[in-house]
């Protein structure tokens, strides 16, 4: 059993970080074992700039957007030398332990950390695109979703006062789940994601049918992983001859307070990561499976691509 771990965010931040943060330290202390959060990531190890927890340092943050401790990127801690140099300070504070939250990049870290080094490593998949294998859900997904929802209910007042087409481009570089979950619930007339081919041309010709049957607006939702939503919506005006807007929502979506899902699923994997990790448990991401905590293993998990729900593209094709 450890007597002493460390937790750290990485990557992009995302809303239910810190919930998952506070369930970590408070569920370590509760078993009696030491706890150290790590400022900026893996650069915080490098720099030895992490101190020891106690409980009221992750009071009053459960309901704040972002991570407390603070992520970087760290281009040290890509060699092998920058990981030996973060291990050797963990060892001399004791640190038998690492929980890592954060996205695809961080988990890789974690997992090459692990590999050369030997310490116990425990992910959490700490992101708002929803694209770690083996788990439904992400920290921060929820969140991001109903952020956008709330982007496209505005967009959608304004688009229909003017006759307009509104194009938003929202995050998912290689995966659209984001754009397909708000783009559905938000009523949007075509959604496109880098899982499914697209022919433009044909999204004109449904926009402009769709005028021509009634409708004097229209919502376009563009995963930022398929193109410029600039660059689509300048096409989508040229061929339909329509007035067209683009709002490019960029990096909103990752702040804001987290929602009620976000905090509690966090909270169960923070606390399950914490568990897990105090008990000797190595090389393993706690995700949800089917609605219940599941423990993915650590290199399935960064090596390994999440298929795309084909459901949600099915049930989009039919309410469009």
Known sequence: MLKSIAVLTSGGDSPGMNAATRAVVRTALFEGVEVWGVYNGYRGLLDEDMFKMESRDVADIIQRGGTFLGTARCKRFMTEEGRQIAFEN??????????????????RGAQKFSKETGIPIVGLPGTIDNDVWGSDYTIGCDTAANTIIDALNKLRDTASSHSRIAVVEVMGRHCGWLAMQAGIAGGAEAILIPEV???????????????????????????????S????????AEKTNMETRVSVLGHIQ?????????????????????????????????????????????????????????????????LL
Not at 90 to 107: A, N
């Open 90 to 107: 963990m060892k001399k504070r004791g640190i038998e332990g690492l929980c890592v939250i954060g996205g695809d990049g961080s988990l």
């Open 197 to 227: 081919e697209y022919n433009l041309d044909d999204v004109c010709d449904g926009l402009i049918k769709s005028y021509n049957a009634g409708r004097r607006y229209s919502l376009v939702v563009v995963a930022e992983g398929v193109g």
């Open 229 to 236: 939503g600039i660059e689509i919506g300048n096409y989508i």
């Open 254 to 318: 990752r702040g804001g307070a987290p929602s009620v899902r976000d905090r509690l699923k966090a909270s169960q994997l923070g606390e399950r990561a914490a568990l897990a990790l105090i008990n000797g448990q190595s090389d393993v991401v706690f995700g949800f499976y089917q609605g219940r905590v599941a423990a993915i293993d650590l290199t399935d998990a960064v090596t390994k691509k999440k298929e795309f729900d084909q459901e949600y593209i099915k049930l989009s094709k039919l």
